[in-house]
């Protein structure tokens, strides 16, 4: 399985862009999304380890990533039933226009939904950063 949401991937490559050059050319149309998922793990991770060698702002790719991407090492499940009408136009609204302060509603609304996973309710009540592409945002409308 691909990592949670490869969307925001060339947002993050933008981001970046100007103070890692290059960084933007490795997000082009033909970049192989998705592929097995030991080639995307270690795609991320060459990624990470060149954009965070010698700069001081690791840190922030490293919080964007994990917001794309979600936690590796804790993989999530997204039960169908979370995605009542409720949740899926309150993901399409945050997704369409980029609202991320109303990720805390998602997260009472997939909670009410029945969703009792601390992953999942404690990234929408993080302050952030979320950007497009963001996991749980990607898998609340019931995408793949």
């Given amino acids: 399985m691909p990592p949670h949401g490869t969307n925001g991937l060339p947002v993050l490559a933008a981001s970046y862009g100007s103070r ?3 960084l933007e050319d490795l997000f082009t149309p033909n970049w192989p999304w998705p ?16 954009i ?29 039933a979370w995605c009542t009408d409720t949740v899926r136009a309150l993901a399409r609204g945050i997704d369409e226009a980029g609202t991320f302060e109303a990720l805390p509603i998602l997260a009472d609304a ?9 992953g999942i309710l404690d990234h929408c009540r993080a302050g952030g950063p979320h950007v497009p592409g963001c996991w749980v945002v990607d898998l609340a409308p019931g995408r793949p």
Avoid: H, K, M
């Fill in 20 to 22: 890692a050059p290059g």
């Fill in 52 to 80: 965070t060698y010698g700069t001081t702002f690791g840190a922030d790719v490293a919080a964007l990533l994990r917001d794309i991407t979600g936690n590796p090492f804790r993989p999530v499940g997204f039960d169908p």
């Fill in 110 to 118: 997939l909670q009410d939904a029945g969703c009792e996973d601390r």
């Fill in 35 to 50: 592929r097995e998922p030991w080639e995307t793990a270690s795609d991320l991770w060459t990624c990470v380890r060149w």
